[in-house]
């Protein structure tokens, strides 16, 4: 019953590299969403 140790989630390098990927894409995305929202309302205003 030694198999049991590897249920854990365990954070590996490439799960911490694959999440912290994809929040900065995610960031990145909302950043220039953002930043296209600013400009369309600063031509506005």
């Known amino acids: 019953m ?3 140790e590897m249920s854990y ?5 490439a799960s ?3 999440i912290f990927s ?3 894409k995610l960031i990145t995305i909302a950043f220039l ?3 296209i929202i600013g400009f369309i309302f600063a031509k506005f205003v």
Request: hydrophobic letters at 45%.
């Open 9 to 13: 989630p365990v954070y590996s390098p």
């Open 16 to 18: 911490v590299i694959g």
């Open 33 to 35: 969403v953002a930043l």
């Open 22 to 24: 994809h929040a900065l």
């Open 2 to 4: 030694e198999d049991n």
